[in-house]
């Protein structure tokens, strides 16, 4: 199936500081990618709607100059934690689609967990 | 009301066991209907989509009420290896990215 990475798995920094995480769609072009946060024992919540060649769409209440989505190519989204905090501290986790968007299937990166300390 | 609800659980159940999970949305506009698993630390993966006619998949039978606006997961016959959280996801008509439940943990004892 669809192969979506997603580097690094763990990161932790001190706050203040920014952290970028990639998104690569390894076997498929992504026109569309999302980005969803979850903490513990909650549920995925989508942040954001990653566009090839435009702007990101942002789900109300995350703030976009927060976090910077960039979709330069159609195999690469990253998102950049601005000036971290520790409430930032949260498993982010991006998904692609493959095909038709009625499919369903989203495929998943591994997920990145971000402690700021 | 929250778009979806879903039981957290857990719900410990003995090897060989039934289990049902339900999910109930709010949104009527939802559209297309799935399960997906993830395990601790894990990235969710696709169980299975639900129909309306409801469908089956090996030990696995997924239905969907919409006059309830609910859908179900039963599996039969548990494995160790069916423990995981299990995440009720919806789509809705013109939104291309997917909503998911809270999830219910499901852990099979041996």
């Known amino acids: 199936g669809a192969v979506v990475s997603q580097h690094p798995s763990w990161v932790i920094c001190k706050s203040g500081t920014s952290v970028k995480i990639e998104c690569r769609s390894l076997?498929?072009?992504?026109?569309?990618m999302f980005w969803y946060r979850q903490f513990p024992k909650k549920s995925l919540m989508l942040m954001a709607t990653?566009?090839?060649?435009?702007?990101?769409?942002?789900e109300q209440g995350v703030e976009k100059d927060k976090f910077l989505i960039n979709h330069a190519s159609l195999t690469l989204s990253t998102l950049t934690v601005t000036s971290a905090h520790p409430e930032d501290s949260s498993f982010y986790i991006c998904?692609?689609?493959?095909?038709?968007?009625?499919?369903?299937?989203?495929?998943f990166g591994e997920g990145s967990r971000l402690t700021v300390l | 009301r929250k778009e979806v609800e879903q039981d957290p659980g857990p719900f410990n159940v003995p090897e060989g066991a039934t289990v049902a999970f339900n999910c109930t949305y709010s949104?009527?506009?939802?559209?297309?209907f799935f399960w997906y698993r993830q395990d601790c630390r894990k990235e969710p993966k696709l169980l299975m989509s639900?129909?309306?006619s409801g469908n089956e998949d090996g030990r696995f039978t997924a239905q969907l009420n919409r006059a309830s606006q609910y859908i179900s997961l039963l599996i039969r016959d548990s494995k160790l290896s069916d423990s995981a959280t299990y995440l009720c996801?919806?789509?809705?008509?013109?939104?291309?990215?997917?909503?998911f439940g809270s999830g219910t943990r499901l852990q099979v004892q041996p």
């Open positions: 998904s692609a689609k493959s095909g038709s968007i009625n499919t369903g299937e989203l495929f």
């Open positions: 076997d498929f072009q992504a026109t569309t």
């Open positions: 990653s566009n090839e060649g435009s702007k990101a769409t942002y």
């Open positions: 949104n009527s506009a939802s559209q297309s």
């Open positions: 639900v129909y309306s």
């Open positions: 996801v919806f789509t809705d008509t013109g939104r291309r990215a997917l909503t």
